[in-house]
């Protein structure tokens, strides 16, 4: 090697080390100005270099000015500049590359492909994805386990799951990235079934795959499958951990979320963002206030921003336990806002009969230009609701779709039968519920039902007890409101009549609602009739307790609630 071509070599080095410490756009910018002194913007090796540097300080300007001033780039440049294009999101751009790589005659590597079919998962037309497998194809690597994978998981994302079968059971090797991206594709369609057959079958099983199977299960519903997976895993991650706080968050379990939370902790795993906000939403959904405080204040000491994640899901928990002072100071700390911070807030608001003050809210976020979405109108017209702003309430409605091209959904109608309901329009409300575009649940009737007993409406409540009898056969509720309006008004003829076919249908309530309360940080939950709390013998003998002293202060009860 001669004195010359070993300082080149060596200069060459020492840029690699300069362009990989790069940190700022300035340095970068000081980095190619040298290269271009010294001609080193023609090497290979250090425009490789350079343009993932340019990737990952997200200019991909200086990227592609870079590599249009090059003379004569190799495959390795080429396939910088395409993954730069595919991690900058300018996937037809990475494709239009590969076509001056072709043109130029120069042979694509594995890595080259690998880049191109995620760069065909981005533009979402499968014909460029079936274009680029068969150039692999005809340039060797359709055996290649890493071209391989990525078309499986190009087919899967495509939904086309025949094909991303055939290119994985034709696979000469597969790796465990393989079966898991395999794995990963049945359980986004919910084939369980063919997730677990391929899951057994996998020779080795990494975090991932583990990861992958659970959070399918969670997806179905089917906790007990979920935790059998999660208890027998030899290694969890924070994603492991994560996902099952999710499923049994989904799931509505959620004191079980908190608890797999405090095992996490006592295992050493650090949360991130998403278990955060998932934790926080748990002890919104319970009441959790004194909890949900103690995990606020360990997201600031682990030095958790507060970003718009972990923002909103501290919105929703204060609202919901209460606390709607805090709920408001945390929304106005926040740096940036987006759409479900501003849902959080006005959901919030409106809970609490803050109605005005809820749609001043909405008003403020239509000047921030924050486009709303459907669950922003079930927010605006749940308080027209608990405010009996009925031509608002309206207003609003119809400006969904007038305004926002957001057609009105069950919810909505729910939200506008209640309202008029209330407001003791029920001809309205029953008009508006046989105009619906979509068949009426047992909520949009059960609205109903509710406004009729508020103002002892029977015919119309006969009407929507009709209805729910088809949709929910099994339910007594309805019946026993029914029952209950008859009595109000002594026709106990009626009552008679209801109460045998009750019977005759052996109706009875079987699914009692539940309650929590929070108590030194212990969640309790209570339901009606229900002696499995470990103080149940007290809590009745203060219930009888209660009631005698209510008695001996002359209360008393309203006969025409007929219980059963």
Not at 382 to 407: K, N, Y
């Amino acid at each position: 090697m001669t004195p010359i071509y070993a300082k080149t070599i060596k200069n060459f080095n020492h840029l690699a080390q300069q362009i990989k410490k790069c940190s700022m756009v300035k340095e970068l910018e000081s980095v190619y100005a040298s290269m271009i002194k010294t001609n080193a913007n023609q090497d290979c090796f250090s425009m490789n270099q350079f343009i993932t540097a340019c990737s990952i300080l997200h200019r991909i300007d200086y990227a592609v000015l870079a590599f249009t001033h090059m003379q004569e780039p190799n495959v390795f440049v080429y396939n910088a500049m395409i993954k730069a294009f595919v991690q900058s999101y300018y996937p037809v751009q990475a494709l239009d590359c590969y076509l001056d790589m072709s043109r130029a005659q120069i042979c694509p590597t594995s890595f080259t492909f690998s880049s191109l079919v995620k760069a065909c998962s981005l533009v979402s037309q499968l014909g460029f994805g079936e274009s680029v497998h068969g150039h692999s194809w005809r340039h060797g690597f359709d055996s290649h386990v890493f071209v391989q994978t990525a078309l499986v998981d190009l087919y899967g994302n495509a939904g086309k799951i025949v094909e991303a079968r055939r290119v994985f059971d034709e696979m000469l090797e597969r790796d465990v990235f393989a079966w898991t991206t395999m794995i990963s594709v049945h359980v986004r369609t919910g084939d369980m079934g063919s997730a677990r057959q391929l899951f057994d079958e996998m020779p080795e099983r990494n975090t991932p795959s583990w990861n992958a199977m659970i959070d399918g299960y969670s997806r179905l519903r089917d906790i007990e499958s979920a935790e059998f997976l999660f208890n027998q895993m030899p290694n969890r991650d924070i994603i492991s951990w994560t996902t099952m706080i999710a499923c049994y968050s989904q799931n509505k379990q959620y004191r079980e979320a908190l608890a797999v939370f405090n095992e996490m902790q006592t295992n050493g795993v650090s949360p991130d963002e998403v278990t955060m906000s998932t934790v926080i939403s748990a002890c919104a959904h319970l009441g959790a206030l004194e909890l949900g405080k103690e995990i606020h204040l360990y997201a600031m000491e682990m030095g958790f921003d507060l970003d718009v994640y972990i923002g909103s899901a501290l919105i929703d928990m204060y609202a919901k336990c209460g606390s709607l002072d805090q709920s408001l100071v945390v929304f106005f700390k926040l740096q940036k806002k987006n759409l479900f911070c501003w849902n959080s807030i006005i959901e919030g608001l409106a809970a609490h009969g803050s109605a005005e003050e809820a749609l001043a809210m909405f008003n403020k976020m239509e000047r921030e230009k924050i486009n709303p979405n459907g669950v922003t109108f079930i927010s605006v017209l749940s308080a027209c609701t608990h405010a009996g702003l009925v031509e608002e309430g309206r207003e609003r409605f119809l400006s969904m779709s007038r305004d926002f091209s957001i057609p009105p959904e069950i919810e909505h109608y729910g939200c506008m039968v209640d309202l008029l309901g209330k407001a003791g329009l029920l001809e309205d409300a029953l008009e508006l519920v046989r105009s619906m575009r979509m068949e009426p649940n047992s909520v949009i009737w059960g609205a109903l039902l509710g406004g009729c007993k508020l103002h002892r409406n029977l015919e119309i409540a006969q009407v929507a007890v009709n209805e729910l009898k088809v949709l929910e056969p099994n339910n007594s509720g309805y019946y026993t409101l029914l029952v209950n309006m008859y009595a109000e008004v002594n026709r106990w003829g009626e009552v008679a009549n209801i109460r045998a076919t009750m019977k005759e249908l052996g109706m009875e309530k079987t699914c009692p609602g539940s309650s929590w309360i929070e108590m030194d940080r212990k969640i309790h939950q209570f339901a009606a009739s229900d002696k499995s709390h470990l103080d149940s013998d007290a809590i009745y003998t203060l219930l009888v307790e209660l009631d005698w002293q209510m008695k001996l202060s002359g209360h008393v009860p309203e006969l025409g609630s007929v219980s059963f």
